[in-house]
């Protein structure tokens, strides 16, 4: 493997954790598409069941998955990385392996909403006991901790309101209890927030969004900071069986290279949207990391290397308005996810939290005006002209 640690992104986002196969040479990783691996001789056997190197089952590493998990592994400056089969998974290994009876979790209000739900109606079965607070204000997660809390878990940027959350000071927090830190860092990518850096002891994220940025595959991943949180992870993680198929780790591969050319693409149609749609009459107002209107802009610039591609905004005439914008769009696709190159775009209020109880829904800060927009790599007048002839019909 390259000793590319200290080159520049770009360069990392490529080579990262990959070597040209060494039974044939080939540059792009072969899809080792097999669920078992033979040994020399028993002795072999034995000693690959010991921990020596050396595949055994597939479930246990494959060749393709491992060179995914280096790669993202080193992109978030961990120690180890463990493939899932969905963005879930990798939200249910870190839970599983941390959580049980008798313990609590403090986690962000906005929670990506299946790992909320999950916590509120399933883990409560086993004894797990969980608070969502605002943690936008550090204050909130400090009151919030108590001596069982093992997990403080955040997401920032939050979705979709777009607050963020100050890592450091909620890492401080965390330690002094006696929690780990985990960060759902789907929304930023490692190209733009690495949180292990930022004292968090675990990263993980929906590979379905940024990483694989192509809107064709289903993928999660966990990254540990030490090998003392990975081996725990990693037991979970076998024995549960939500691992990674061969073929789809391929797939994010191939995606995640391109991760850095995407993301500067979206990124700057993104936040040319953002100060377009901020002057506009129609828009009452605009929710971009990016743009110095957004009330942490400050806190976004200490901790990301840019705003992303998702933004929010709000137009006037309420929850009819923002129908009418996403029902007559062109471009803009409506669909649910981000981080893919075509642009999608929803509308919360009228689709993804009508069965939210309204004043649950507000106090999230998910007002019926709010559309939220996933910025893709489109020419970006054609992105702006479409949302300029929306607009004009409400
Ligand atoms: C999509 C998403 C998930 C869940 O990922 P899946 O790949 O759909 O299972 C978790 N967290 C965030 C922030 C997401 O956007």
């Known amino acids: 493997m390259k000793d590319i640690g200290k080159k520049g992104m770009m360069t990392r986002i490529i080579h990262a954790g990959q070597h040209a196969d060494p039974a044939t040479g080939a540059v792009s990783t072969p899809i080792y598409q097999t669920s078992t691996f033979a040994f020399r001789d028993a002795d072999h056997g034995a000693a690959c069941f010991r921990g020596e190197p050396g595949y055994k089952y597939t479930r246990l590493g494959n060749p393709t998955t491992e060179a995914l998990e280096h790669n993202i592994a080193e992109l978030e400056h961990g120690c180890g990385a463990l493939a899932a089969a969905s963005g879930m998974a990798a939200v249910n290994m870190v839970y599983l392996a941390f959580l049980g009876q008798g313990t609590h979790i403090v986690a962000t209000d906005a929670l990506y909403g299946p790992s909320r739900m999950i916590l509120e109606s399933e883990y409560v079965r086993f004894g797990v006991a969980s608070t969502f607070v605002d943690s936008s204000d550090p204050k909130n997660v400090a009151a919030a901790m108590r001596p069982d809390t093992k997990l403080v878990y955040l997401e920032t ?140 802009y400050a806190l976004g610039k200490r901790q990301m290397r840019g705003g992303g591609a998702v933004l929010s905004f709000g137009v006037k005439g309420g929850l009819e308005a923002g129908k009418t914008v996403i029902n007559n769009v062109e471009i803009a696709t409506l669909a649910v996810s981000l981080g893919g190159v075509e642009t999608l775009i929803e509308h919360p209020a009228s689709m993804t939290h009508t069965g939210v109880p309204i004043a649950d829904r507000l106090a999230a800060g998910i007002s019926d005006d709010l559309v939220r927009l996933a910025v893709g790599c489109e020419s970006y007048e054609d992105l702006e002209a479409d949302l300029a002839r929306v607009l004009e019909m409400i």
Not at 253 to 261: A, C, E, M, S, Y
Not at 264 to 290: C, F
């Open 157 to 296: 940027p939050a979705n979709p309101t777009l607050k963020l959350t100050d890592l450091e000071a909620c890492a401080e927090i965390a330690h002094k209890g006696g929690a780990l830190v985990v960060v759902d860092n789907t929304f930023a990518s490692p190209y733009l927030q690495n949180p292990l850096l930022q004292g968090a002891d675990i990263v993980l994220h929906s590979m379905t969004k940024f990483i694989n940025g192509h809107t064709d595959v289903v993928a999660g991943i966990v990254v540990a900071k030490d090998p003392e949180i990975y081996a725990r992870l990693r037991k979970v993680h076998f024995n549960f069986g939500g691992t990674m198929d061969p073929h789809q780790a391929w797939l994010v591969l191939r995606g995640v290279k391109t991760l850095g050319l995407r993301m500067d693409r979206a990124q700057d149609n993104a936040m040319k949207l953002g100060a377009y749609l901020e002057k506009h009459p129609k828009v009452a107002w605009v929710r971009y990391p990016g743009l110095e209107s957004h009330p942490q």
